[in-house]
């Protein structure tokens, strides 16, 4: 009896050596067990379960101490950005982990505070044609509300000049018929934001002028460019010049009698006169 004590407490204790491994083993598979309890707005705590690499991972089986402390700290980076994309971004977020149990508790909580309204939205912004003697671009400022759309150029040039660098790549000294046609249809469609005047308008008190215009409709070649002075109250000169094939233009002498009646004579391409009445209604 006494030969086989022994050999008994033998063999218990390599059964519980074994059950011990075979435990350390399976806990070992199993990973770090956690929970994760969120503690903010619902719909702040909705994205955060579904979004957080800490939740993604709570099922890993090679989860340790180490790989669970980064996530936790990934986590509360995580929440900020949640809070940002719903217009928070002064949150206050608080992660607490408790090591007590063998199942750890992991505790998030996430204050948005007070969210962000945007009351303007400052625009600056430039767009250049590059590579060529004078580089030439479009500036927006100014805000959403009340835009500014400028010409610029490097070297800086005259305003007039930067908009053939820019629509024609080159000086409008060398600029066609149809080129000018180009340059006031682009001059028409940059319009100065806030209380600024249209550019058309600008270039136009640049030459001394009160109108330069593109008129017509349908194609090119059925327009024509006018430009115009007021010589006083009464007295009207402009100078029309047609884009298509047949070189067309026009010398107009514009005199008012009345409010509604014009007195107007021209000469060019053809002569002639007459007397005109204007009556609009809405």
Same mark, same amino acid.
């Given at each position: 009896? #006494?030969?086989?004590?022994?050999?008994?407490?033998?063999?218990?204790?390599? %059964?519980?050596?074994?059950?011990?491994?075979?435990?350390?083993?399976? %806990?070992?598979?199993?990973?770090?067990?956690?929970?994760?309890?969120?503690?903010?707005? =619902?719909?702040?705590?909705?994205?955060?379960?579904?979004?957080?690499?800490?939740?993604?991972?709570?099922?890993?089986?090679?989860?340790?101490?180490?790989?669970?402390?980064?996530?936790?700290? !990934?986590?509360?980076?995580?929440?900020?950005?949640?809070? %940002?994309?719903?217009?928070?971004?002064?949150?206050?977020?608080?992660?607490?982990?408790?090591?007590?149990?063998?199942?750890?508790?992991?505790?998030?909580?996430?204050?948005?505070?007070?969210?962000?309204?945007?009351? !303007?939205? !400052?625009? =600056?912004?430039?767009?250049? =044609?590059? #590579?060529?003697?004078?580089?030439?671009?479009?500036?927006?400022?100014?805000?959403?509300?009340?835009?500014? +759309? #400028?010409? +610029?150029?490097?070297?800086?040039?005259? !305003?007039?000049?930067?908009?053939?660098?820019?629509?024609? $790549?080159?000086?409008?000294?060398?600029?066609?018929?149809?080129?000018?046609?180009?340059?006031?249809?682009?001059?028409?469609?940059?319009?100065?934001?806030?209380?600024?005047?249209?550019?058309?308008?600008?270039?136009?008190?640049?030459?001394?002028?009160?109108?330069?215009?593109?008129?017509?409709? $349908?194609?090119?070649?059925?327009?024509? +460019?006018?430009?115009?002075?007021?010589?006083?109250?009464?007295?009207?000169?402009?100078?029309?010049?047609?884009?298509?094939?047949?070189?067309? #233009?026009?010398?107009?002498?514009?005199?008012?009698?009345?409010?509604?009646?014009?007195?107007? %004579?021209?000469?060019?391409?053809?002569? $002639?006169?007459?007397?005109?009445?204007?009556?609009?209604?809405?």
């Amino acid at each position: 009896m #006494n030969s086989r004590a022994p050999d008994c407490l033998t063999a218990v204790r390599f %059964a519980a050596a074994v059950l011990a491994f075979l435990f350390v083993q399976a %806990a070992w598979a199993q990973g770090l067990r956690y929970r994760v309890e969120i503690d903010a707005p =619902r719909e702040l705590a909705a994205t955060l379960r579904k979004g957080l690499n800490l939740l993604r991972w709570q099922d890993d089986p090679q989860m340790n101490a180490e790989r669970l402390r980064r996530l936790a700290d !990934e986590a509360v980076s995580e929440a900020r950005q949640v809070a %940002a994309t719903e217009g928070y971004f002064s949150p206050q977020v608080d992660l607490r982990i408790d090591e007590s149990q063998p199942e750890w508790k992991i505790a998030l909580s996430l204050d948005p505070g007070a969210r962000t309204h945007v009351a !303007e939205v !400052e625009i =600056r912004f430039t767009a250049w =044609r590059r #590579n060529q003697a004078v580089e030439a671009g479009v500036q927006l400022t100014g805000t959403a509300r009340a835009p500014s +759309v #400028n010409l +610029v150029s490097q070297p800086p040039v005259p !305003e007039g000049e930067r908009l053939s660098w820019l629509v024609l $790549g080159r000086p409008p000294s060398g600029a066609t018929q149809a080129d000018l046609g180009l340059l006031q249809a682009a001059a028409g469609a940059l319009l100065a934001g806030g209380d600024s005047v249209p550019l058309d308008r600008r270039i136009a008190r640049r030459l001394g002028l009160d109108e330069v215009s593109l008129r017509g409709s $349908g194609e090119l070649t059925d327009r024509v +460019v006018a430009v115009g002075k007021r010589l006083s109250d009464r007295l009207y000169i402009s100078y029309e010049q047609g884009l298509g094939a047949v070189v067309t #233009n026009l010398i107009k002498l514009d005199y008012a009698l009345g409010r509604r009646w014009t007195l107007r %004579a021209e000469t060019g391409s053809s002569s $002639g006169g007459g007397l005109y009445y204007r009556y609009s209604w809405d």
